[in-house]
């Protein structure tokens, strides 16, 4: 690997969507690039963001829509940050507190199950609230740039809510996500994979809806790196990308599974029971304390079937999310800054033959509303009639 950087260290938040790049350390795919990887468990996306960004870390576990507004200066300092490996499609599910759920079973015209009937049941609870004078109801997500956030919002505006009026949506640490539904502090929240199921297995909530009912590809993890580093670093760019791309390969295998989810169980790693994570990797989750399960082969995604390839589609989606929900503004350079963030060329280049093709077909096959041009994110905004204001003049 010559010129290549062999020592990095890389952060990671202890989520079951960090496998690839745990596996891909403890499992020696990285030391069998030349590369010496320190792991450093954070609790916080902002730290993560925020030690990539000046370079005390080299790489990070990152969510997609953090890489997008770091490179587009939203929210934090503007620093271009680009991924060569997808590390995560999917994982996530919306809880909500038993009692909220006792409540959606009562007003619910339909199957809870179809997140269009629980938007639309969760709307007439947050209605009957209003006239009773009663506090909103509070809703837990992850980072304001998430796809948690986003999921939660289309969801609830399918039913009608305006999530910025008629809710509240707070942010929270994934491992904090849990006591606080068990303290009342929030009635329902969206995160990654363990924190639903401990929730279930604690008896304070049950799970509502998986990612995928949401949106069925949904960007969710990148290997994120400066852009500056990856410039001056190529030879350790294509090495983590080759070690993640082994690595993701190995987690797909069923018959790795156990494995996977004791090395993932460390204290240093996730740091949850063994079993939780493998009912995870596997995607049969129990959805409520009463051990009823639901299996899911999609629920997450880790590099299978072509998912390590970054899709620049992906990018162009979460930029249309920070379109509609405020978050940022329509510019000229600003889509084309947005996907400049998910690098296939650095994949391709680092795989050679083996890459795996250009994905085709819906990039985000949402359970409701237009399909997604990611040529024309302003046009796609014209269709919902919450948030975006502006798209609609």
Known sequence: MTGACNKLRIGFIPLV???????????????????????????????????????????????????????????HIKVPIVAPFNLAMNGNAITVSLPLYARLRDVADGDLADPSTSARALAEIVRLRVGSGAEPLTFGMTFPFSTHNYQLRYWMATGGIDPDQDVRLVVLPPPYM???????????????????????????????????????????????????FAQSEPDTVAALTRAHTKAANFVGLASNHEEVATILARPDRVGVDANVILRT?????????DGTERECSNYLLLGQNGAGRPDPRHAAWLYAQ?????????????????????????????????????????????????????????????AFAIGCKYARK
């Open 17 to 75: 969507d960090a496998a690839t790049l745990i596996v891909a350390v403890d499992k020696g795919f990285a030391r069998a690039e030349g590369l010496d990887v320190e792991l450093v468990r954070e609790v916080s996306w902002s730290n993560v963001r925020d030690k990539l960004n000046v370079g005390l870390f080299d790489a990070a576990h990152l969510l997609a829509p953090v890489a997008i507004a770091s490179s587009l200066g939203l929210g």
């Open 178 to 228: 849990m006591q606080s539904l068990s303290n009342g502090q929030v009635d329902g929240f969206c995160v990654g994979a363990p924190w639903n199921s401990l929730a279930v297995n604690a008896s304070v909530g049950r799970i509502l809806h998986f990612g995928v009912d949401i949106f069925a590809h949904a960007p969710e993890k990148l290997l994120a790196l400066r852009e500056s």
């Open 281 to 289: 990797l596997g995607g049969r989750l129990r959805v409520a304390s």
């Open 322 to 382: 920070m379109l509609r929900w405020g978050q940022a503004r329509h510019a000229p350079g600003f889509l084309v800054a947005a996907t400049r963030t998910y690098r296939p060329d650095l994949y391709d280049a680092a795989m050679e033959g083996d890459a795996m093709p250009a994905p085709t077909g819906e990039a985000i096959g949402a359970f409701s509303g237009p399909g997604f041009d990611d040529r024309d994110p302003v046009g796609y905004l014209k």
